[in-house]
């Protein structure tokens, strides 16, 4: 019997992450994927590849490591000097670093749950995975939920264009009601937007930028919107203005001082160089508070990991006895049916049927414990022997 299904030794992992590689080489191993699925499958037991901008990783079940190893330089090329290996239970342990979110370019960020839960999906719905990797995957997404309800990994903004938006609604109270005004249409100006719209609901959000198509592509539709031109805008009233551009400073945005109270410009360098203007420098506070708080969760997430990888060990070594005594019961059965066409062939050749059974029941005996019996031979030196023996006194009583 060799029952390999839930062996955590089987588990290896291939990852090259933001610390190693360039956003660009990320991108370009995204492209590959579904190549190294089609290469590497047919040599592994079960197959998991988390694809995102910062990180790619390959997750096998697989007892095949030297074929395996030449196979993925092959499919990776210039790639493979990035690779980091992780193998048996530490690669289930970084994939749980992973969920938590420690392992982020932004500590305890959320969207890395999601990415996680979505690969192992893609992989299941593909015909690639296998119980081991079901087994650790499933372990990952509690520990990401866990993590979050029970630590404040999470909790506060690490980015500035998130920090400008909430620096702005410390000041008002809220940002519910409010008429807001993002100028700008670039990664900063969306991610304002999309932080805004998922936490907040504001009577208007109003986008100004060079290019008015570029700015409706920001539209959020949790929100209602309006899209001005940049020399309009300087002569309306909102509630707050939040501007994220480049290429600055522009004098025509002074004209915003005359109508607008509160204005949060966390553009580099500054659109609007002004004594009232709150700036990158403002928001610097609430930055650096949430990535400290964050950071001091740590300990926490990890004595949760610490906590969820012993039980990921007791479920895998539960349903590798589950899955040891299926086995046996099949070899018992087998036993049974060939003891039983002996029977009826000895009653055919006139024996009576209280010496067939007796025959029958001893033959069955020996043959089902015979391997207890060895390993009782094998190892009278040890206390195996003496349990063995010991767990038979106390059930025949």
């Known amino acids: 019997m060799n029952n390999q299904e839930y062996d955590i030794n089987n588990l290896k992992l291939y ?23 089609n290469n590497i499958f047919n040599i592994v037991k079960g197959l998991v590849i988390l694809s995102t901008c910062n990180r790619f990783e390959i997750y096998v079940d697989s007892t095949n490591d030297d074929v395996l190893l030449d196979e993925l330089n092959q499919s990776l090329g210039i790639y493979t000097k990035y690779l980091h290996k992780y193998s048996g239970i530490e690669s289930a342990i970084h994939l749980f670093r992973v969920s938590s979110g420690i392992e982020s370019a932004i500590i305890g960020e959320t969207e890395v749950l999601s990415q996680v839960k979505n690969a192992w999906e893609e992989s299941k719905n593909m015909g690639y995975s296998s119980r081991l990797l079901d087994s650790v995957f499933h372990q990952s997404i509690i520990v990401g939920k866990r993590v979050r309800n029970e630590t ?7 980015g500035y264009p998130q920090a400008s938006v909430e620096f702005g609604s410390k000041i008002l109270g809220t940002l519910d009601n409010k008429k807001i005004a993002v100028i700008g249409a670039g990664n900063a100006a969306k991610i304002m937007i999309d932080h805004i719209c998922s936490k907040y609901n504001p009577k208007l959000i109003t986008i100004a930028n060079r290019t008015k198509e570029k700015a409706k592509m920001l539209i959020n539709n949790r929100c209602n919107f309006e899209i001005e031109d940049l020399n309009s805008i300087v002569n309306k009233k909102y509630d707050i203005v939040l501007i994220a551009i480049k290429g600055g400073p522009f004098d025509f945005l002074k004209e915003l001082l005359n109508n607008n109270n509160l204005i949060i410009d966390i553009s580099t360098p500054n659109a609007l160089e002004s ?13 650096k508070e949430n990535f400290t708080h964050r950071m001091s969760q740590i300990p926490l997430v990890e004595k949760i990991i610490e906590e969820e990888t012993g039980k990921l060990i007791d479920y895998l070594r539960k349903r590798y006895i589950d899955e040891s005594i299926s086995e046996i019961m099949k070899y018992i059965d087998s036993i049974i049916k060939n003891e039983i066409e002996q029977t009826k062939k000895n009653i055919n050749k006139g024996m009576n049927l209280d010496d067939a059974l007796r025959i029958a029941f001893e033959s069955f005996t020996k043959k089902s414990m015979r ?13 195996i022997s003496e349990l063995i023996i010991e767990y038979y006194k106390r059930n025949m009583r």
């Open 15 to 37: 990852s090259i992450t933001y610390k190693d590689s360039c956003f660009y080489d990320l991108v370009k191993l995204g492209e590959i994927k579904e190549k190294i699925y």
């Open 275 to 287: 004594d009232t203007v709150y700036n990158l420098e403002s928001v610097e506070k609430i930055v």
């Open 152 to 158: 404040d990994i999470s909790k506060g903004v690490l």
């Open 371 to 383: 391997p207890i019996f060895n390993l009782m031979h094998d190892s009278y030196k040890g206390d």
